[in-house]
């Protein structure tokens, strides 16, 4: 049996969004086509197999990913369809477990405040450089995202952890679905 993932991702220009410093700085630093709104955090989305994970305003499941100034979460959350935008992922029973443990061993790990500002830099400070230091790891959204993703053998391990959620939905857009997080198995059309 197959499981799924979802990617999910907030633009700039969402009405969910507080209207700060942090925001504006984050839109500023993607590097965009056309001009349009970036998209400025990514959550990791577990929707097991079986399970409802939609309403029809919500997609809910487990999630993972961090805040500014946070520290990583893994906790069930509700994603309005309206503000979010989804790329879902097929993967193993084993590629999901093994994502889903890499997230809660990594539950609680602090902010990159350093590789978020700097993500850009060839020398940027990775999540895992801060343990050569005495510290645990620190990630920011789209670094928790993309660890899962490469300890599930989503992506490759050479893809960079430094990575803006906007490049992050670039990078998986070819190799994803576009999802509106409903339930089609509870569906039926008619057609007339």
Known sequence: MTHKIMLCFVRSDSDILEASWLNRVAASMATTDNNEAP????????CPPGENTGSTDTVSGL??????????HLESKRFSRKEWFFRSMECTKSQ???MMNFCKEHKGDS???LGYYMFWAPVAPTPMSYTYLGMSPRWYCSEIVIGALKEGNI??????HSMHPHEL?????NNS???CGRNMGNM????V
């Open 39 to 46: 998209f400025i955090h990514a959550e990791l989305l577990f």
């Open 63 to 72: 999630a993972c990913s961090i805040v500014y100034s946070g520290s990583v």
């Open 188 to 191: 039926s059309l008619r057609f």
């Open 111 to 113: 902010f990159n405040h």
């Open 169 to 173: 939905y670039k990078l998986v857009q």
């Open 177 to 179: 679905m576009a999802d």
């Open 96 to 98: 999901y477990n093994s």
């Open 155 to 160: 992506i490759a391990e050479d893809v960079s």
